[in-house]
């Protein structure tokens, strides 16, 4: 049993973080789900073999990187809120552990797997907050040294929003390069995105995570890596000795500056690439502005089946022996190998697990002339070697190179005949009347002109013609303007017209329609708002009929609303008692009225008792008798002689009205 097994579900380490449920486990290392009891907080807890626990070396890295890395604070980082040694009752050997951000989610893996390649917009969404996140570790001093879609989380950050992009891991691949290796004898990572300074020398700089997340984009825009093999060694020889291959071969649409910017990143010598991942940030942000791309919401991938070993377990270091001989068909976890990358053909075959060799026999007499024979001549041919290499050294050719001529030549066409004169490119974008989009104007310094190999070219695209630009109804006119001027445009402005929709002072309409062309510094016209046209003032419709009202009020360009019910004493049931705006006040476009709900009192003066009570509780009135007989005296007449209120008197429904009478 190990300590990364699921039995340790209910441990409590250091008294305080309690291991609930197996998330995901590797070769090195398990995730759990967990809980901080003290600051009762979800955490994910990952927990180291015990292999490594054991070694001091290992737990002194452990806890210096483990500080580093909760340095940093960051929205698109997985925080690290501790580190610690246990020794759980009933165990023989300690557990160093790792508490973490819990990220309710999947990881970028997931997502390749669900959805394939990204679209573009997508692909920008997920590699922002990557660099965002190295930046940052890069500002404070911090590599990575293992970035890969294992190690991007996307974790759920609200019910109407879009997934949190994270990065994770920081710091612990070079923990485990001190647990009884050293960083120059054996190569630990992931194969796939490693940087060839990385394989070869074990180098690990800003300028490798550079590399890293080059390989990432190339991989979400294209759906695989740039290089798989059969084994590890082979992938490794081929970051080391081949130019990574455009995206465009496997996704001919996607835009060239894109296409140009991955492969500047994935640059097999450090020094062309971009010097860290925040200017790696800027260069992407730049290439996502000019292609338009608006920024999206990244989508939140399935988590795998809990406390399976799945792709989540690739997030987890691994170590397994041998590893050069195992079959690498793709992406896979972090890896040790023994660094022997040759240059030139790569291996045919992987190379086999050595066998048990018996202890050496001590030679006979007669053989040592024999030995030293040999050892003189592997001295000669050893020094043959370093002379011809020194020769190679110093007769390397020629220094420099000519630019060549670059006008009329596609973005893609120029950056690769750059590379083949061992020159780089750095673009810039103009418009131009007549040459067409994404074809070279000029370049600067101009053709054939000799310079150093590897120096940087200046090389000036065309945007094409510019367009007008989509500017909605209702949008600041400064912004409005802004646009119009950044398509290298002129802004002039029409008569101003009321609207209804666009407040005053923003855009009302744009002439030329949005998307035409136009030559450099061709005009366009912007309408602005005047604000909604006013009215008249409000008709006085108080004491007409509600229907008679509101017709008047709409003839006269209003829109009457009905404002309720209430008690007027001088206005008859049904009718106006009032408007908002008032009668004769200026008017808006919306008026309210009001309705009178008075009643007025009938006349039942000379009518029978029974009657007259009828035609008041009819009205909505009630009734107060004074007199007249209820059995009806007089002859069998009983009826009223005054009433208070009056007749034609306005009141409020369910006053009551007096009536008095004579009768027996």
Not at 477 to 497: F, W
Not at 603 to 623: C, P, S, T, W
């Amino acid at each position: 049993m190990t300590r990364t097994d699921p039995s340790l579900v209910g441990t409590l380490l250091e008294r305080r973080y309690r291991v609930d449920r197996l998330l995901a486990k590797g070769g090195m290392s398990a995730v759990y789900r967990g809980l901080d009891t003290r600051l009762d907080r979800q955490v994910a807890i990952k927990i180291m073999d015990p292999r490594f626990a054991d070694d001091r070396s290992f737990v002194d890295r452990f806890v210096r990187e483990a500080r580093s890395a909760a340095q940093l604070h960051h929205p698109n980082v997985v925080a690290v809120h501790d580190q610690g040694f246990d020794t759980p009752a009933g165990t023989d050997s300690g557990l160093a552990f790792l508490v973490m951000e819990l990220v309710d989610g999947g990881t970028l893996r997931d997502l390749l797997a669900e959805q394939g390649r990204l679209d573009v917009p997508l692909a920008f969404g997920v590699a922002e907050p990557v660099l965002s996140a190295l930046a940052a570790a890069h500002a404070a001093g911090l590599v990575h040294r293992d970035v890969k879609p294992e190690n991007v989380l996307i974790g759920r950050s609200g019910p109407l929003t879009g997934g949190v992009v994270k990065v994770g891991d920081f710091g612990l691949v070079r923990a485990v390069a001190s647990a009884g290796t050293t960083s120059s004898s054996v190569i630990l990572g992931t194969v796939a995105y490693l940087s060839p300074e990385q394989v070869a020398t074990g180098a690990t700089t800003a300028r490798g995570d550079v590399y890293s997340t080059g390989i990432l984009l190339y991989e979400m825009l294209t759906g695989r890596p740039p290089y798989t093999g059969d084994t590890a060694l082979s992938v490794a020889y081929r970051h080391v000795n081949d130019d990574v291959p455009r995206p465009s071969e496997l996704r001919p649409d996607l835009p060239p500056a894109l296409d140009e910017l991955i492969l500047r990143a994935t640059r097999r010598d450090p020094e062309l690439r971009p010097a860290d991942a925040d200017e790696f940030l800027t260069e992407l942000q730049a290439v996502r502005t000019g292609l338009g791309v608006s920024p999206v919401a990244v989508p939140v991938p399935p988590p795998p089946d809990a406390g399976r070993v799945s792709d989540v377990e690739r997030t987890l270091p691994r170590i397994p022996v041998a590893e050069q001989t195992l079959p690498v068909s793709g992406p896979r976890g972090t890896r040790a190998m023994t660094r022997a990358v040759p240059a030139g053909p790569p291996p045919s075959a992987p190379p086999q697990p050595p066998h048990p060799t018996p202890p050496p026999e001590e030679p006979k007499p007669g053989n040592r002339r024999k030995v030293l024979a040999l050892a003189v001549a592997g001295v000669l041919v050893l020094g043959g070697l370093i002379g011809a290499f020194a020769f190679i050294l110093t007769d390397s050719g020629p220094t420099t190179s000519s630019v060549p001529r670059l006008a009329g030549l596609t973005q893609a066409e120029a950056g690769d005949k750059l590379r083949a004169a061992k020159l780089n490119p750095r673009y810039s974008q103009e418009f131009s009347n007549t040459v067409p989009a994404n074809t070279v104007i000029k370049a600067d310094p101009a053709e054939g002109t000799q310079l150093e190999q590897n120096a940087t070219v200046s090389v000036v695209v065309s945007k094409g013609r510019p367009k007008v630009p989509d500017i909605q109804v209702g949008a600041p006119a400064a912004d409005a303007t802004k646009a119009i001027q950044d398509q290298q445009l002129t802004v002039a402005q029409g008569p101003p017209e009321y609207s209804d929709t666009a407040p005053q002072g923003t855009v009302v309409s744009v002439s030329p329609a949005a998307g035409t062309p136009l030559d450099v510094g061709g005009q366009v016209t912007l309408v602005l708002s005047k604000g909604p046209e006013p009215l008249p003032p409000v008709p006085d419709v108080t004491g007409r009929p509600k229907d008679e009202a509101f017709d008047l009020l709409s003839q006269a360009g209003f829109q009457p609303v009905d404002g309720g019910e209430e008690f007027s004493p001088t206005v008859p049931g049904g009718a106006v008692t009032r408007t908002d705006p008032a009668a004769d006040a200026p008017g808006t476009k919306q008026v309210k009225v009001w309705i009178s709900n008075a009643v007025q009192v009938p006349d039942v003066r000379f009518k029978q008792f029974a009657e007259a009570e009828k035609i008041l509780k009819a009205a909505g009135l009630d009734v107060d008798r004074e007199g007249g007989g209820r059995g009806g005296g007089h002859g069998g007449f009983s009826f009223v002689f005054q009433q208070d209120p009056q007749p034609g008197s306005l009141v409020a429904k369910g006053t009551k009205v007096h009536i008095q009478g004579w009768g027996g």
